[in-house]
């Protein structure tokens, strides 16, 4: 089992499995991919990780989420977990909302749904091969 995991967050379960699939399709068995449908489960998700010595690397997250906005969420997440990479997938986040997420999360990119695969991979190498480069787009 891989030591590394890359987590999806998004309320739609069809968005999780079609992005879980997409990398698993790029990234084979490199990395646990595991998906969480709420930023409540996605704690859960990353305290199981933790206690089975799986590292989370990259937390890919929709922004429009009932309970918590991903702006939020992933604002959490860093400030728990700095070292992990945030990407925020979204199609209706604000201007505003996308500034809260550069600024306290950190993200690496704002990516609009429907997203391309080649723009997700390209982000997340990008960032795990150099994690303090600057790399937010949107």
Not at 25 to 42: D, W
Not at 118 to 125: D, G, N, P
């Amino acid at each position: 089992m891989p030591k590394q995991a890359i987590l999806c967050v998004d309320d739609e379960a069809i968005i999780v499995i079609a992005m879980k699939q997409e990398l698993k399709s790029h990234f084979g068995n490199a990395y646990y991919l595991e998906t969480a449908l709420s930023a409540q489960e996605a704690f859960t998700k990353i305290d199981e990780m933790i206690e089975n010595g799986i590292q989370l690397v990259v937390i890919i997250s929709d922004w429009l989420m009932p309970g918590m906005k991903g702006d939020e969420f992933l604002a959490l997440i860093h400030q728990k977990y700095p070292q992990v990479v945030s990407i925020l997938v979204t199609g209706q986040a604000d201007a505003e909302a996308i500034e809260r997420a550069m600024t306290d999360a950190q993200i690496k990119a704002c990516l609009k749904k429907p997203w391309r695969s080649r723009e997700l991979i390209s982000v997340i190498e990008r960032s795990l091969a150099n994690p303090l480069a600057p790399t937010c787009e949107n």
